[in-house]
């Protein structure tokens, strides 16, 4: 949305006695996810195209072909594209367009350096969550000046507490912020910020609210440097330092802490139980319902429905979702136990090596840093979480009140795929891609976003990209999805 159109909307939105937008992108976001299309219908939205994701045929050589083609189309690009040859060069077009920013008919907070040619995009292929062929640059954010009015402390799902700076509201590039994280006591002591101080306030990637510096003042009467609490603010446990952070060591009797591993628990990539928000954990945690995980398993329809928010049929969804999560797979449960450092891939790889919650709750730490994957950190987390007699009980807890682990169908030393590379293009018709690219790695498979000369097989979906005609080329096997599957059987 165009800041033009964006003034405008809000006029109109005040003229109607609506609350106005806070700023462009809110506004857009808002706009496109309506149902109904006619509320996005003759509003200023507007579209810049920058990349091809799927194209039958071949594609150009270069990502600048591609968007002159786009240009050809009809459709828009920016007029700020620009191909460069040397980091001078890209330095010079950062430069430029941090002193143009404020002129733009848009809202911008950064450039993308990416590799051009779009052989080398697929060879260097991508991470879990990015590319390793782009970059943000972000432009330096945008600062106003504000008050500290106190200095709270929060906890986490894992017991960190972190200090939080309450500020006297501010406009920041178009967003109220009232409130900013300080970090830590170290982050709080380096900047030298106290409660009553005038500091400056920024977005850091014109997204997360940050306290950048204290604006001193000749007069200014400023109160004592602040402390960490040396008991929890939410449960009264006892606080002990970490490297430079404060974590409470009350574990699940901590609310905040229950509610988090509640939550993190509950999530898509854990065990998946739909319904299951933060708003809701922390009434059940509140209400005296769920004292640890296992309590879940013992909520009654009744007690469900007594939340605020439900009726009777979401009450029994929710009843439904935790009970259809008592059979989740290893490496989920894993990743579902909150262990810290122990994220997807981690908890898979885990999962692969120790095929069973026994096993891998008794591995020590020389064992677990042998497997590949798993560094001095991890290895450290996972035996100090295990020998944690709470966290054994909740375990025990969980596997009395029902949970029974699906473990994998094959130890290590029979993984039948052990050493072969998969390639996956187009799209499948009975599974989903993590759903096979799961099942390949829990057979000792590995995936990969590119073919190459160490692919083993392309798995060929509905509508193929060109990494079909590459694996032609490369002479790699191709399969369908059928003969994927019985490959995983």
């Known amino acids: 949305m165009l800041k033009q159109g964006f003034h405008e909307l809000n006029t109109e939105r005040m ?110 292929g991508v991470r879990q969550r990015s590319p390793r062929w782009a970059l943000a640059w972000k432009f330096p954010p945008r600062q106003e000046v504000s008050r500290i009015t106190d200095i709270v402390v929060q906890v986490g799902r894992t017991g960190k507490l972190t200090p939080v700076a309450l500020l006297e509201p501010v406009d920041v590039g178009g967003v109220t912020i009232s409130r900013a994280s300080l970090h830590n006591e170290d982050e709080i ?125 979401s009450a029994m969804q929710l009843h439904e979702a935790i009970h259809q999560s008592r059979k989740p797979s290893l490496d989920r449960f894993v990743y579902s136990l909150g262990i810290p450092h122990v994220g997807k891939h981690a908890a898979q790889v885990l999962a692969d090596y120790f095929p069973s919650m026994e096993r891998l709750s008794c591995a020590r730490q020389d064992e677990l840093r042998s497997v590949p994957g798993i560094g001095d950190e991890i290895a450290t987390s996972v035996e100090g979480f295990f020998r944690d007699e709470q966290n054994r009980s909740i375990l025990r807890e969980l596997l009395g009140a029902g949970i029974s682990i699906q473990e994998p169908p094959v130890q290590k030393q029979d993984r039948p795929l052990r050493g072969k590379t998969f390639v996956f293009t187009g799209s499948l018709e009975r599974h989903t891609r993590s759903e096979v690219e799961q099942a390949v790695e829990r057979l000792g498979g590995r995936t990969s976003s590119s073919v190459s000369s160490n692919t083993d097989f392309v798995v060929v979906g509905e509508n193929p990209g060109r990494k079909l005609d590459e694996a032609k080329e490369q002479g790699v096997r191709i399969i369908e999805e059928a003969e994927l599957e019985s490959m995983l059987k």
């Open 15 to 124: 003229q109607k006695g609506l609350e106005p937008f806070a700023n462009p992108r809110n506004a857009t976001a808002g706009l496109i996810r309506q149902l109904d299309s006619k509320e996005a219908a003759g509003k200023p939205l507007d579209a810049r195209f920058y990349d091809v994701l799927h194209m039958e045929g071949s594609l150009p050589e270069c990502h600048v072909e591609v968007l002159e083609q786009f240009e050809r189309w009809g459709l828009k690009t920016d007029t700020f594209n620009a191909e460069c040859s040397s980091l001078q060069q890209i330095e010079e077009r950062y430069d430029a367009l941090v002193d143009q920013r404020e002129k733009l008919a848009y809202e911008v907070d950064g450039l993308v350096i990416k590799v051009a040619h779009l052989q080398l995009r697929e060879s260097l």
């Open 189 to 313: 002591h380096r900047k030298d910020v106290r409660v009553g101080d005038t500091v400056k306030v920024a977005r850091a990637g014109d997204v997360i609210p940050e306290v950048q510096s204290r604006v001193a003042a000749p007069e200014d009467h400023r109160e004592g440097a602040f402390k960490m609490p040396s008991t929890c603010p939410a449960c009264g446990g006892e606080v002990s330092r970490e490297g430079a952070y404060h974590v409470c060591r009350n574990g699940l009797s901590c609310p905040p802490q229950l509610i988090g591993r509640i939550v993190h628990y509950a999530s898509r990539e854990a065990l998946d139980i739909r319904g299951l928000s933060e708003q809701t954990s922390r009434q059940l945690v509140e209400k005296g319902l769920v004292r640890n995980l296992a309590d879940l398993y013992r909520l009654t329809k009744d007690n469900l429905a007594s939340l605020e928010g439900f009726a009777h049929k």
